[in-house]
């Protein structure tokens, strides 16, 4: 257990050293949700660190091994990396700062205070969304590897990028912002205020449009889109047909179209102001039609790699 810690952070020791923070920060923040019954914007006060701790743990070690995998621009990668690092750090300071203060910190201009934090969280997530962009970058120099991997980790990279830049749609102000000229300017609600009914634990508004959605499953494409691909390593041993790395990397391709459709449906919804618990026509019609060509297009790659497998491999 040790010796695999310690291997853990070889990876990238500033960005593993946030995700051991965070983690610490995780408990704290279960605990005060048990202990705390403060209630901010319909939820326990102390839900978004929580929350954010979990998000930043997850991105930091996947960030920190893929940064690992790299041959070229790796010491540029590296900085890119730290930097990344410390503004997320920044990102979960002022959210905790904000909590012990008893107010927001997203969206929030209430105090010459809290607009400067609410500034600084904006210009940090721009630094680490540029960050991670450079990074990115540096993935599709990487040449070595199974052909699937690679493409998985770089599908799974691309729309994590994309998901990102979707919690920028949040920091716009609402007309009715504008017209009062209030304390809160941006939101991750859509057609109502943030707040009200959610879903438990995650808190997605089940009476509206909730940005945070496409945010966070875009996010973690990064993680989605390799699991996928483990899946199908697991299975090649039983299916004959996935023992082809052409085979995985089409259903790699396949995968990536499903989950790009996927995040597109939940952005429209979001937008449009509907409950991702309440889909309308339009968007099950588009759900649909994602799902059936996902599986043509997994039934036509496996038939195929059936139909060329070599005759010993297929007795």
Known sequence: MTTTLRTAFGWHRPLMALAAAVLVLTVVGIVGMVADDRVLTGSPIWDKPTKFAISIAVYSVAWAWLISQLRVQRRRAWWAGTVAGAFLAVEIVVIVTQVVRGTTSHFNNATPF?????????????????????????????????????????????????????????????????????????????GLADGGPGLPLLGWSTVGGDLRIPHFVGMHALQAIPLVLIVLELLAPRVPALASSPVRRRLVWAATGAYTGLLAILTWQALRGQSVVAPDGWTLAAAGIVAGLTVAAVVAVVRDGARTMPVTAQV
Do not use: N
């Not at 599709?140 to 799974?156: N, V, Y």
């Not at 979707?166 to 939101?187: E, N, S, Y």
């Open 114 to 190: 809290d607009a400067w934090l609410w500034r600084a969280m904006g210009i940090s997530i721009v630094i680490v969304w540029l960050a991670t962009l450079y990074v990115c970058a540096q993935l599709f120099r990487r040449r070595d590897g199974d052909p699937a991997r690679t493409l998985a980790i770089r599908t799974g990279s691309v729309l994590a990028l994309i998901g990102m830049a979707l919690g920028f749609l949040m920091t716009t102000p609402t007309a009715a912002q504008i017209a009062a000229g209030g304390d809160i300017v941006g939101a991750h609600s859509v």
